[in-house]
């Protein structure tokens, strides 16, 4: 079965950190972009951060750079998502998806497709 499946969401208190993983079964994640998107209660969804194919670039949005860092093994078929500095801002549920990728390596967060969906991982960022 062809599958995106995340973990490790939680609940932290500001200025702490949690890794998300994203792992892919049934097919071959290095060959596809992946993008972690975000929604918040009452919000519309957001990107905030990508990875190309291979060993692609990366792209992240304004408000997470700095703080949020993607990554990939694709030994383990697996994309992870460092969040540092959490703040209560970045509450919501964690997304992965992916993509065929560009043979050039780039993402991009201005997608509203995608070829593969995770379930979500909820992260909630409170004192």
């Known amino acids: 079965q062809e599958q995106l499946v995340e973990s490790g969401g939680g609940s932290v208190q500001p200025g702490g950190s949690l890794r998300l993983s994203c792992e892919a079964s049934g097919f071959p994640l290095d060959y596809y972009a992946v993008s972690w998107l975000r929604q918040a209660p009452g919000k519309e969804r957001e990107g905030v951060s990508c990875i190309g194919r291979g060993d692609g670039g990366t792209y992240s949005a304004d408000s997470v750079k700095g703080r949020f860092t993607i990554s990939r093994d694709n030994a383990k078929n697996t994309v992870y998502l460092q969040m540092n500095s959490l703040k209560p801002e970045d509450t919501a549920v964690y997304y992965c998806?992916?993509?065929?990728?560009?043979?050039?390596?780039?993402?991009?967060?201005?997608?509203?497709?995608?070829?593969?969906w995770g379930q979500g991982t909820q992260v909630t960022v409170s004192s």
């Open positions: 998806a992916a993509v065929w990728g560009e043979s050039d390596g780039t993402c991009t967060l201005s997608r509203a497709e995608y070829d593969y």
